[in-house]
C-alpha cells in the first residue's frame, strides 16, 4: 500500500519560514520523480517544485525562495519555504510520479497560510 503523509504545514507571518516534510512508504522511493503541488482556493493546482534525481525545478514565482530535496534513506521529500508571501496560501501536496509504470500517487495535503 503506497503512503505519502505530508507535514509541517501551519500559518506563519510573511517573511517566515516553513519546512514541508513527506513521508513515503510503499514505494521504491529512489526511482520515482518526486514534486510539491499546491492548491489555492478557487484556483487550479499548480506544481511548486520537483526533483528527478538530482534535477530540480520550480515554478517562477517560488524561485530563489523556496528549495526542493530529498533524502533517499528516508523516504523523505522536503520543501524548505522561506520569505513567504500570502500568496503562497495554499493546501500543498506531494506526488510521486513514475512515467515507466504509470504510477501516480498523492498525498492528503498540509495546509501553509501566510497571514499577519
Known amino acids: 500500500q503506497v503512503q505519502l503523509v505530508e507535514s509541517g504545514g501551519g500559518l506563519v507571518q510573511p517573511g517566515g519560514s516553513l519546512r514541508l516534510s513527506c513521508a513515503a512508504s510503499?514505494?521504491?522511493?529512489?526511482?520515482?520523480?518526486m514534486g510539491w503541488y499546491r492548491q489555492a482556493p478557487g484556483k487550479q493546482r499548480e506544481l511548486v517544485a520537483r526533483?528527478?534525481?538530482?534535477?530540480?525545478t520550480y515554478t517562477d514565482s517560488v524561485k530563489g525562495r523556496f528549495t526542493i530535496s530529498r533524502d533517499n534513506a528516508k523516504n523523505t521529500l522536503y520543501l524548505q519555504m522561506n520569505s513567504l508571501k500570502p500568496e503562497d496560501t495554499a493546501i500543498y501536496y506531494c506526488?510521486?510520479?513514475?512515467?515507466?509504470?504509470?504510477?501516480?500517487?498523492w498525498g492528503q495535503g498540509t495546509q501553509v497560510t501566510v497571514s499577519s
Open positions: 506526488n510521486a510520479y513514475l512515467i515507466q509504470l504509470g504510477h501516480d500517487y
Open positions: 510503499g514505494i521504491i522511493f529512489s526511482i520515482y520523480t
Open positions: 526533483i528527478i534525481r538530482g534535477d530540480t
